[in-house]
């Protein structure tokens, strides 16, 4: 149930790269308890949003500022990775390493891939003890010692996800989360997308693939060229002539309990 309280926030924000503006939001907020999905064609901004929100990317400078965590424009890293926790499919080239997945989970703790050498010392049951729930929590207790490369790509996947929720953070945001995965393991990722969404976690899914938008995704929001287009109830904003219109080509589109194909 979503509570009303804003947890992130762009407002009157644009980046600017190369003198063209890349990205232009007049309004976009992520509030406690919701599930939402952001869909556009690629180039269309979504990567630069959420770079937004993780804070890779800076827009002009506005006063007052745009991006808000909290209703803060600054946070603390500790803060941020309690606020916040992202997983790209992007990111799976640099996990093909000889760690266990609980290594590679228990380097979210120190926001690095394993355990820094430095900083094993430092390791405390809590952190171990967090590390192991999201490595239930996703599934994955038998393949806790199994290294990395030995994983398939969806449960590598969802090594992941677990690494990004060992700081239980209030927002997960998946990006391209089913992107490279076949038929069964996408199934298996997005039964987990409706397990977190579920057990009360913030959602907030990044695709151009409307299959990846379970029924637990209440809210849609479509960004075109760099601005969002559309932005509201799912069952209102998920339409095939919306679609046709952001993907510029013919769609039908077909419901079922809250789950879409497009055709």
């Known amino acids: 149930m979503t509570t009303g ?5 762009v407002r009157g924000a644009q980046v600017v790269r190369d003198g063209r503006v890349i990205l232009d939001i007049d309004e976009f907020v992520v509030r406690e308890g919701e599930h939402l999905a952001l869909l556009g064609p ?14 890779d990317v ?6 007052p500022y ?3 965590f909290l209703g803060e424009p600054r946070i603390e890293l500790a803060e941020a990775r ?3 926790g992202v997983v790209s499919s992007s990111w799976q080239e640099n996990v093909r390493v000889r760690l266990t997945v609980r290594e590679v989970v228990l380097g979210g703790r120190f926001g690095a891939l394993g355990i820094p050498p430095h900083l094993k010392s430092a390791v ?15 599934g994955m207790s038998a393949l806790a010692d199994r290294t990395m490369t030995t994983l398939s790509t969806g449960e590598a996947r969802r090594a992941l996800i677990a690494r990004s ?9 998946l990006d391209e989360p089913c992107a490279g995965l076949d038929p069964t393991a996408a199934w298996q990722l ?3 997308m409706r397990r977190l969404a579920e057990g009360g976690r913030t959602l907030v899914l990044v695709t151009h693939h409307i299959e990846d938008v379970v029924r637990q995704i209440d809210r849609a929001v479509l960004l075109q060229e760099a601005r969002i287009v559309a932005d509201g109830p799912k069952a209102e904003v998920l339409t095939g002539e919306a679609l046709g219109d952001l993907f510029g080509v013919p769609i039908e589109l077909e419901e079922r309990a809250g789950e879409y194909r497009m055709w």
């Open 5 to 9: 309280r804003e947890l992130l926030s």
């Open 42 to 55: 690629n180039g269309a901004g979504k990567s630069t949003l959420i770079g937004l929100l993780t804070r």
């Open 58 to 63: 800076l827009p002009l400078w506005a006063d």
């Open 66 to 68: 745009p991006v808000l």
């Open 82 to 84: 309690k606020l916040l």
């Open 124 to 138: 405390t049951a809590e952190d171990v003890s967090a590390a192991d729930a999201a490595i239930a929590e996703l």
């Open 165 to 173: 929720l060992v700081h239980d953070p209030a927002v997960l945001v």
């Open 190 to 192: 997005r039964d987990t």
